[in-house]
């Protein structure tokens, strides 16, 4: 997807309307707990300040459901990204209306303000086009960073696209783009695409798509229960959806014929229960206690996995291998991020797909030594299944 840029158009002296995703997580005293989210999107926010732009931002928060709810007030976030940046960030009362308007025309070059959240109005969700018009008027150009929200058609990320002519991708969005686009488009071989999560419908098109691409599939999570059904395996308790092993040995099939790689584990941490305190141990496939529940992949799996990881040249993460936020279950899904980092040094392009695998790597404390970490776990997942992302598809080619 060839998308103009903020690179591409100027700035100074005009009002730019950002959509970024500032949506982060609260704990009880109304401190951000992680504010990764805001930290992303600082370099197009740092780019149209410093070329003498004048910033509107704006994002959703939560679930507020349509109404005004404090407890989803975007005002913590303006204080956090005015430390962040070390400038002072007006903090809007809303997001729209005659008040608004009047602050933000009294921007001066290189201010900034943040509207309130977005989903304080139903109209943002069900993508209104005079909620769209209201929030188009307040800028001159057009800027979307927040990745996270870009396969829902808001009026925040579709709709404004209607009244603004110029409306680009903002650097965030940029690096998603480059690395996911290329991945599917022009993958450096050999393709290792790692897929886990506890089910098979939720990454069926997925792995279609990525069928299309790859050269090796690596599958693990409480999914593979399902595979290991189809093929007749005793699962014990583990997880398993009854109605998709007709699409499991399909697969199968579908890789065979396409001469793809599928790799199943060989063995698995089984345990009695899932809590931190459940004794754990492995066992092989084949012999898996009818009383025990499968929790995450066992040594010799996590052996192969890290071969095959280790000899790619592009490697696509989604899905954790078990149950890794209980510590005793959590190996397999250690063992794969520290193999993507040990590939990453050695050259390969790694991405992680988004939402818990994200999380994982993060709990490895590995973060930093990944190629690309996609900052939107529902859109990432669409990107993947080949899907058009509205929120992208709306930029200026």
């Not at 599958?219 to 399902?226: E, K, L, P, R």
């Amino acid at each position: 997807m060839q998308k103009k840029t903020l690179s591409d158009i100027s700035v100074q002296g005009k009002r730019v309307l950002m959509r970024v995703d500032f949506n982060v997580p609260f704990d009880d005293n109304k401190k951000i707990t992680d504010d990764k989210r805001i930290v992303e999107s600082l370099p197009s926010i740092r780019k149209v300040l410093d070329n003498g732009g004048r910033l509107i931002l704006m994002s959703h928060l939560g679930r507020p459901k349509g109404k005004v709810n404090n407890d989803y007030s975007l005002a913590p976030v303006a204080l956090k990204l005015a430390e962040l940046l070390n400038r002072p960030v007006t903090m809007a009362k809303d997001c729209i209306g005659s008040e608004v308007t009047q602050q933000v025309l009294a921007l001066n070059d290189g201010e900034v303000i943040l509207l309130e959240n977005l989903r304080f109005h139903s109209e943002e969700e069900a993508n209104d086009p005079d909620f769209a018009k209201a929030l188009a008027s307040l800028g001159e150009v057009y800027v979307n960073d927040a990745f996270g929200t870009a396969h829902r058609a808001h009026a925040s990320t579709e709709g404004v696209t209607h009244f603004i002519k110029t409306a680009v991708a903002g650097y965030l969005i940029e690096r998603e783009l480059l690395y996911l686009g290329k991945a599917l488009q022009e993958p450096e071989r050999p393709f290792v695409a790692i897929l886990g999560g506890s089910k098979i419908s939720g990454k069926i098109d997925v792995l279609e798509n990525l069928f299309k691409k790859v050269d090796t599939v690596l599958i693990g999570g409480a999914m593979v229960f399902t595979f290991f059904k189809a093929q007749g395996y005793q699962i014990g308790k583990s997880l398993v959806e009854d109605s998709k092993i007709e699409l499991a040995l399909k697969i199968i099939e579908q890789a065979k014929s396409k001469g793809i790689k599928l790799l199943l584990p060989v063995d698995v941490i089984v345990a009695p229960e899932i809590s931190a305190t459940a004794p754990a141990h492995a066992e092989m496939i084949t012999n898996i206690p009818e009383n025990l529940i499968g929790v995450d992949i066992g040594p010799l799996t996590t052996e192969t996995y890290r071969k095959e990881i280790l000899s790619a040249r592009t490697v696509l993460w989604n899905g954790p291998m078990g149950v890794f936020e209980i510590d005793n279950f959590a190996a397999g899904t250690m063992a794969v991020a520290q193999a993507l980092a040990e590939a990453t040094a050695k050259g390969a392009t790694t991405i992680i797909g988004g939402g818990d695998s994200a999380a994982a790597i993060a709990k490895a404390g590995l973060s930093n030594e990944i190629t690309h970490i996609s900052t939107g776990g529902g859109a990432s997942l669409e990107f993947l299944e080949g899907k058009e992302l509205p929120g992208i598809a709306a930029l200026n080619d």
